[in-house]
């Protein structure tokens, strides 16, 4: 059974960082992907990484955010910096055994999805 969990949101004031961690059992060799949902409207992704670290990003980024794993701690992290308040968000990790490169940038390709963890960013 897939067990996704995500952690490290908070509140923050607009210009400062996170790090938020997914924490994966047994799937980390499978795409593993961050996406972000603002109230009312769909998951957006925000990065994607292939089973060996090849990674994909949305354009919107700007070089603010970047992506990571821990193979040995099954853990894929997302560090977030110089946060806007238009980052406020609820910020989901993914992952489906049937993607393991090309990964998807689509929120219905993915079936496995944690609780989520939310972001506020304040002026």
């Known amino acids: 059974q897939v067990q996704l969990e995500e952690l490290g949101g908070g509140s923050v004031q607009a210009g400062e960082s996170l790090r938020l961690g997914c924490v994966g059992l047994?799937?980390?060799?499978?795409?593993m992907a961050w996406f972000r949902q603002f109230p009312g409207k769909g998951r957006e992704a925000v990065w994607t990484i292939e089973r060996y670290g090849t990674t994909n990003y949305a354009r919107f980024l700007r070089g603010r955010m970047t992506i990571s794993k821990d193979t040995a701690k099954n853990v894929l992290f997302l560090q977030i910096t110089a946060l806007k308040p238009e980052d406020t968000a609820m910020y989901y990790c993914a992952t489906d055994p049937q993607w393991s490169t090309a990964c998807p940038m689509i929120h219905e390709e993915y079936e496995f999805w944690g609780q989520g963890t939310q972001v506020t960013v304040s002026s």
């Open positions: 047994g799937y980390i060799d499978y795409c």
